[in-house]
């Protein structure tokens, strides 16, 4: 894979960055990553890597075996009509673009009749940026067994990854991975203040949230245990952790979070609608 393997980057911004970092050298080398983006001041960027740059789509397209269109959704559209004529049968497109449905970039890249189905749609999350993402994958079904592999190992290299049924589905997972590291840093920003508040530093509330958080993440990860039997294990009959959840249950802190998550899955489909149009 690593001598064969090409790829274009249809879009430079700081999603493509990071595939683009634990691709090289891993999946594929660094010269086999062309990168398209109508920012020139970034290409330096990028060909100090030893990656090619153009600011617009050109022929070395039609010579990358897998298209990664990460740019933003009110431009895919236009981006898309001008990259259709380098695509080949063999073309593999994967979309990082939040907002745009599979089917509707499917219809974009080919026609009303014969819409292009040897594509992968994702999901990731921007702790990809220190290769800690979760990307969430639907394939359509022109993508084979080899593509979907494919397409997992390339969102591998900055995280985990979770296939997902369809578009429905990648609405979901929007509003939980998505959109949850949104949610993560209101929780410790509320952490830290509170721990301020009841007389910590600045530094020492930060520094004990993070470890917490971090601490907490990994023995759930690894812990044949569900999260319910661990908060269960912290929390002793009329202690501290007991008053703390009883003020959480009392503000209906569950029903919050699902409103939330119900909030976003919602505003992801009316996204799709407008920019699917």
Request: proline share 4%; aromatic share 6%.
């Amino acid at each position: 894979m690593k001598n064969e393997l090409s790829i274009a980057f249809i879009g430079g911004g700081n999603m493509a960055a990071a595939l683009a970092s634990g691709l090289a050298g891993k999946v594929c080398p660094a010269g086999s990553i062309h990168v398209i983006d109508i920012n020139q001041d970034s290409h330096a960027a990028w060909q100090a890597r030893g990656m090619t740059t153009a600011t617009a789509p050109d022929e070395a397209l039609a010579r990358c075996r897998v298209w990664v269109f990460a740019v933003k959704p009110q431009n895919m559209k236009d981006v898309v009509a001008s990259t259709r004529q380098w695509l080949r049968d063999d073309t593999l497109v994967v979309s990082v673009a939040a907002g745009i449905r599979a089917d509707t970039l499917a219809g974009w890249l080919g026609t009303p009749e014969a819409p292009w189905r040897r594509l992968v749609r994702c999901m990731p999350n921007t702790p990809a940026l220190v290769g800690a993402g979760i990307t969430g994958l639907a394939a359509l079904d022109g993508v084979g067994q080899a593509d979907r592999d494919l397409a997992a190992t390339m969102l591998a290299s900055v995280g985990e990854v979770v296939w997902v049924a369809d578009d429905a589905a990648l609405d979901a997972v929007t509003a939980l991975s998505g959109s949850g590291p949104a949610y993560v840093f209101l929780f410790l920003e509320a952490l830290i203040a509170g721990g301020q508040k009841v007389g910590l530093t600045a530094e020492q509330a930060r520094q004990l949230a993070l470890g917490t958080f971090a601490g907490a993440t990994k023995l759930a990860a690894e812990s044949s245990e569900p999260p319910s039997v661990l908060r269960e294990r912290v929390t002793s009959k009329g202690g501290t952790t007991a008053a703390a959840l009883a003020a959480f249950n009392a503000a209906g802190f569950a029903g919050i979070v699902e409103d939330a998550m119900a909030a976003a899955a919602r505003r992801s489909r009316e996204l799709a609608e407008e920019f699917g149009k």
